[in-house]
Antibody, heavy 120, light 110 residues
Framework: QLQLQESGPGLVKPSETLSLACTVS??????????WGWIRQPPGKGLEWIGY???????HYNPSLRSRVTISVDTSKNQFSLRLSSVTAADTAIYYC????????????WGQGTLVTVSS | QSALTQPASVSGSPGQSITISCTGT?????????VSWYQQHPGKVPKLIIY???KRPSGVSNRFSGSKSGNTASLTVSALQAEDEADYYC??????????FGTGTKVTVL
């Protein structure tokens, strides 16, 4: 059974860089027609797509975040990562990682999510 | 890209049917059948319940059904149950390999 688990600091200072990793277990991150994505949800608000990456390293980002986002993949660790620079309080959210079906564009499964708070 | 438009809230009594709309544009919902729906209970992880506009993943109740017409996709929940009370989000593929979520709909079972 495929599982995803986010990890990283729960508190980041304003203007610094948020860094999270998503570890995939139960299957190889290189298998199948899949990409690997990040989604966030500010407390009490809706979902926002951040971006996704293919096993080849090809990426697609939300235009509103593109200038601050980097998603990378490490197939040797079966892991992919998110970096979001110059964070502000508006970046406080639960961050989810998920597998994206490359053909169907659906997200399944999702990680449990990790709350990242931006505060000094 | 702008978020897809969903009603903020929809309610119904147990046993009734409700329908949630998801309105986009000709650049997303109108051009692709790649619409998905997610159910999120309070404090829980979103769960995929519909993909490719009308298909249900294995294990999802057949009380959930999806449809699409033009720039609008819809999710219907029939025979409403208390456990269906949750937030629902649509999503769509967008041209140039982008992706967009809907604004979300809170379903209340009266």
């Amino acid at each position: 059974q495929l599982q995803l688990q986010e990890s990283g600091p729960g508190l980041v200072k304003p203007s610094e860089t948020l860094s999270l990793a998503c570890t995939v277990s139960g299957d190889s991150i290189s298998s199948g027609p899949y990409s690997w994505g990040w989604i966030r949800q500010p407390p009490g608000k809706g979902l926002e797509w951040i971006g996704y990456i293919y096993k080849t390293g090809s990426t697609h980002y939300n235009p509103s975040l593109r200038s601050r986002v980097t998603i990378s993949v490490d197939t040797s660790k079966n892991q992919f990562s998110l970096r979001l620079s110059s964070v502000t309080a508006a970046d406080t959210a639960i961050y989810y990682c998920a597998r994206r079906d490359g053909t169907l564009a659906s997200l399944d499964p999702w990680g449990q999510g990790t709350l990242v708070t931006v505060s000094s | 890209q702008s978020a897809l438009t969903q009603p903020a809230s929809v309610s119904g009594s147990p046993g009734q049917s409700i329908t949630i709309s998801c309105t986009g544009t000709s650049s997303d919902v109108g051009s692709f059948k790649l619409v998905s729906w997610y159910q999120q209970h309070p404090g829980k992880v979103p769960k995929l319940i519909i993909y490719e506009a009308t298909k249900r993943p294995s294990g999802v109740s057949n009380r959930f059904s999806g449809s699409k017409s033009g720039n609008t996709a819809s999710l219907t929940v029939s025979a409403l149950q208390a456990e269906d009370e949750a937030d629902y989000y649509c999503s769509s593929y967008v041209a140039s390999s982008a992706f967009v979520f809907g604004t979300g709909t809170k379903v209340t079972v009266l």
